[in-house]
């Protein structure tokens, strides 16, 4: 039998129940996780320090590799001076991989076979094509790119290679009808041999929804250039004038506005695997200008 409140017990029951009610009141519907994924591994674009490389080349290497930089990744001018092998044994040494690097158009279209000898060698995963001379750039074009991309991209996969390409902002130019060189080269190469490297910087000079792109792309976008940009990039959606650009509107990474963790969000549906900090025109001192820009990396959190 259940024995009856007496004055005081329900007073004190009353009381208790008016504070879980008000407490739970004060609760909000629902919280948000904090945030937890971050960038596990940072790598430099060795474009960045082709100043200090001039320099002192291994020096340089020892010096991204004392900020904190996990890999590089390589340009064709690191080893015009000296043979892969070599480079290799300098990368080895500062204990730098450089599971990727921008080579030259040529060495993609014409002599593949070599370069996946040059990438084996290095131990690059990766061999990008990363710029298209003014005349290459027209509607066909884009055709003849895309099916040579698919062709040498297939001969590389034999040798474990795999082929990017990477933008700057004259491919999402309407070439006419709405339709983009970007669009071309996504739609016309083949998805298991050829994979991109997104500029973030330059993407967003064009105007880009860059989530947007990823989600009409999925799996497509495996490396990425972090740079930074400060000011208003519309009046240059159109232009080509590539050092007034990177003069007015590049930064170190963390000092401008772009939303890298908005777009490190969506590293499911994009297939981001790489994520390398690049400056075109760093400031003096290029340690100071690495370092901030690799701490601004390593703070995201998405």
């Not at 076979?113 to 060698?121: C, G, H, I, K």
């Not at 795999?162 to 709405?178: C, I, P, S, T, V």
């Not at 890298?260 to 790489?274: H, K, M, R």
Request: proline share 6%; with cysteine; net charge negative.
């Amino acid at each position: 039998m259940t024995r009856p409140l007496n004055p005081i017990d329900r007073r004190q029951f009353l009381g208790a129940s008016g504070a879980l009610l008000l407490a739970a009141a004060c609760q909000p519907a629902s919280v948000a996780p904090a945030a937890s994924n971050q960038i596990s591994k940072v790598g430099l674009q060795t474009y960045t320090l082709r100043e200090a490389l001039a320099e002192d080349f291994v020096g340089t290497f020892e010096m991204i590799k004392d900020v904190g930089y996990d890999f590089v990744e390589l340009n064709g001018r690191n080893f015009t001076d000296r043979t892969p092998s070599e480079l290799r044994q300098i990368l080895d040494g500062v204990g730098l991989p450089a599971p990727a690097s921008h080579v030259d158009y040529n060495s993609v279209a014409d002599t593949p076979e070599q370069l996946a000898e040059t990438a084996a060698t290095l131990g690059c995963n990766y061999v990008i094509v990363p710029w298209l001379a003014d005349d290459q750039r027209g509607a066909d074009d884009y055709k003849r790119h895309a099916a040579m991309m698919n062709r040498s991209g297939e001969i590389l996969a034999a040798s474990n290679v795999r082929l990017a390409y990477h933008n700057h902002q004259f491919e999402f130019f309407d070439l006419g009808g709405g339709q983009t060189g970007m669009d071309t080269l996504l739609a016309e190469t083949d998805p298991a041999r050829v994979f991109f490297e997104i500029d973030l910087f330059w993407a967003a000079v064009a105007g880009i929804d860059i989530p947007a792109l990823f989600a009409a792309h999925p799996g497509r976008f495996k490396l990425c250039h972090i740079k930074d940009m400060s000011g208003d990039p519309a009046p240059y959606a159109n232009s080509i004038d590539f050092g007034t650009i990177v003069q007015e509107l590049m930064v170190n990474v963390g000092e401008g506005t772009l939303p890298f963790e908005t777009y490190f969000a969506e590293n499911d549906v994009s297939g981001l695997e790489y994520f390398i900090a690049e400056h075109d025109n760093p400031p003096r001192p290029f340690r100071q200008s690495i370092q901030t820009s690799y701490d601004a990396v390593k703070a995201m959190r998405f």
